[in-house]
């Protein structure tokens, strides 16, 4: 047990002892007037909506308006919510292969995905994305992408066949027996996902060193959409104040990735030298802080991946992680060898695919897969509206501060460590909105004279409530390597109305906020203290800290 987590112990459970004996009067969780008016404006003057309908998750920030780019986000947002074809413009990709044919699949309600009971890519609500990784080395495998696709478009066939993949949800039992010292109960479930080798295409898994692997060998785990509303205000906080924060935790002792980050300096950042120049900057974003900027991240890298759209920038395929399989695999096929022509047709082969005709159909299909001179299907116009409504949705404004209960599940939430890790605030920097891509340039794009502006958000504070900083929980059947960012926890409340459920964690299996908290739990969690500390609470003060999170 470290230092840090020795001390959070003592001051957690010392803070539920004094509330279980009466002791904490309200004058100490009582907020003020203008500390109400501060938090609820959750995304700071700028990022924050004030709308708590179904489409809370759907307003553009006030930054987008007072900016003039109210038409520019209106219409980037119809390449969120339209589903995509393999022809008609300006909604076309798709191919060879996808994993969703629009990107609202995975984000109902612009919200998180959902829990679902067996994968089918065309389910609405399902944000799963498929992990599929070798588990000596607990690296993503090399012959399927990083983000597996279960779909594929004529002549093509889908690297993973979805019908055979199986998702089992198994009941867990914790060491208190799911059961609160006053005998509330509570569930818990978890993912086993199983995917037998005839379900990939050619029936083989490579290892990134194109190595075989044999069913036992690869593992597949679950890993949900996150909400995308607030990603702009999240990349403006900048890179410096991040680092402070894990200098910060690093002196309390705080367990910390060590691929990432170490003696005060990280040890790896993002970059880009691909279409970008190399320069590196901080990791904010996915659970396993895979990317760096929103300008090129989750979802600047989705609308090209997810559905396999082409842009000026990216004018190759998305398919396997590593090597040629999938392309090779598809060329050596006979049935997609005697109808690729059908498809491809050789007076149009060139426009059609970027690449010469050769006649021998071997040859053609694999030099389409792997072309880098694709045509492009995405306009740079298109994509950069995108980009401003991606960068433009604001967050909903935090709810029911001026309630008792609220305050007082405020306070303990603080006072029993959860907010050490759901870090309540933070001010962004001068937000210079970087575009590791350099599609955007000083947070601007000049296409045939006319200048769009990426909206921006400096000098705000805003209360997503985490630290950016993965941590461990050790929860059966985990998150790939264990490591998981702290999931922002602002406008959360609202998911049932805005996305339909109240699903949480990684892979979704807590159902509802005591679930969540409970699966921090683990003898060995980052978070056992604070779960302790919980626990000692009693039911009126527990359910205190739940309203407080469906609150903000």
């Not at 309600?109 to 994968?119: F, I, P």
């Not at 924060?245 to 691909?274: H, I």
């Not at 400096?458 to 941590?471: A, F, G, L, R």
Request: charged share 25%.
């Amino acid at each position: 047990m470290t230092n840090r987590t020795i001390i959070l112990s003592i001051v957690a459970l010392a803070a539920a002892a004094a509330c279980n004996d009466d002791k904490v009067s309200s004058a100490e969780w009582k907020i003020t007037d203008d500390e109400i008016k501060i938090e609820t404006y959750a995304g700071g003057e700028l990022g924050t909506t004030f709308n708590t309908t179904a489409s809370a998750y759907e307003d553009a920030s006030p930054a987008v308006s007072e900016a003039g780019m109210d038409d520019e986000f209106n219409y980037g947002e119809y390449f969120f919510e339209r589903t995509y074809n393999t022809s008609t413009k300006p909604f076309n990709g798709l191919g060879p292969a996808y994993v969703r044919a629009s990107c609202i699949d995975c984000h109902p309600g612009y919200g998180y995905g959902k829990r679902v009971t067996s994968y089918k890519a065309n389910e609405y609500g399902n944000g799963y994305l498929l992990v599929v990784y070798n588990k000596a080395t607990e690296a993503y495998v090399g012959s399927v992408a990083g983000m597996p696709q279960t779909k594929a478009n004529g002549p093509f066939k889908a690297p993973i066949d979805e019908s055979k993949i199986t998702i089992d949800w198994l009941e867990y039992t914790d060491e208190w027996g799911n059961k609160f010292d006053d005998g509330e109960t509570y569930s818990l479930i978890y993912p086993e996902v199983t995917i037998p080798l005839d379900a990939f295409y050619g029936g083989k898994v490579l290892a990134t060193d194109q190595t075989e692997l044999a069913e036992g060998e690869y593992g597949v785990k679950l890993e949900s959409t996150i909400g995308i509303y607030g990603t702009g205000l999240l990349d403006a906080i900048s890179d410096d104040d991040l680092l402070a924060q894990y200098q910060l935790e690093e002196k309390y002792g705080v367990n910390l990735n060590p691929a990432y980050y170490a003696n005060g300096q990280w040890v790896s950042m993002y970059s880009n030298s691909k279409q970008g120049d190399g320069t590196k900057v901080a990791r904010r974003f996915t659970y396993a802080l895979s990317r760096g900027k929103v300008q090129d991240g989750p979802g600047a890298n989705a609308i090209w991946n997810i559905t396999n759209v082409t842009r000026s920038d990216r004018r190759y395929h998305y398919l396997n992680l590593s090597g040629d399989y999938y392309a090779k695999t598809s060329s050596q096929d006979p049935e997609v060898q005697a109808v690729f022509y059908d498809y491809f047709p050789k007076d149009q082969f060139e426009e059609l695919t970027g690449v010469e005709y050769t006649g021998d159909v071997e040859t053609d299909i694999y030099n389409y897969l792997t072309s880098t001179n694709l045509p492009v299907e995405m306009t740079d116009e298109n994509y950069a509206d995108f980009m401003i409504w991606h960068r433009g949705l604001a967050v909903p404004a935090a709810r029911d501060l001026d309630d008792e209960t609220v305050q007082k599940g405020r306070y303990l939430f603080r006072e029993i460590g959860c907010a050490h890790c759901h870090k309540p605030s933070w001010t962004t920097g001068d937000d210079d909105a970087y575009d590791p891509n350099l599609f955007f340039v000083n947070g601007q794009k000049t296409i045939d004279g006319k200048v769009k502006k990426l909206p921006k958000y400096p000098n705000q504070t805003i209360w997503p409530y985490t630290d950016m900083i993965q941590h461990k929980l050790h929860m059966v059947n985990d998150i790939r390597t264990g490591w998981c960012r702290t999931t922002p926890l602002w406008g959360r409340g609202l998911s049932p109305l805005c996305a339909g459920h109240s699903d949480r964690l990684h892979d979704r299996r807590a159902r509802n906020v005591i679930e969540a908290i409970m699966w921090h739990g683990s003898s060995e969690s980052d978070a056992r203290s604070s779960v302790e500390a919980f626990r000692a609470l009693d039911k009126e003060d527990r359910d205190a800290i739940v309203k407080f999170i469906n609150a903000i």
